[in-house]
């Protein structure tokens, strides 16, 4: 079974990939407006367990957020998820 944070690291990619929007100049950064508790909403998680695990991703550099707008590094994004399935 799936860790909470590989879970919310594929549904920031899900999203990224659906509804982001590329920062230029860097083409490997992706910026997703999203809440905490639609993210906990659509993975059935609390939304105590999205913050702390966000805040993890965060530490390994994979995302960074205020508020609701989240930066996702792609390239690092899809080798943490290819190393961890």
């Known amino acids: 079974m799936p860790h909470a944070g590989d879970k919310i690291a594929r549904i920031l990619m899900y999203m990224a990939d659906q509804f982001g929007i590329f920062l ?39 995302i960074s957020h205020s ?3 989240y930066v ?6 899809r080798k943490y998820l290819d190393d961890n399935s």
């Open 67 to 69: 508020r609701k707008s």
């Open 24 to 62: 230029r100049p860097y083409n490997n950064r992706l910026e997703l407006s999203v809440t905490q508790q639609e993210i906990a909403n659509a993975l059935g998680l609390t939304r105590e367990t999205i913050n702390v695990e966000i805040k993890k991703l965060e530490v390994k550099r994979l």
């Open 72 to 77: 996702l590094y792609v390239e690092r994004l």
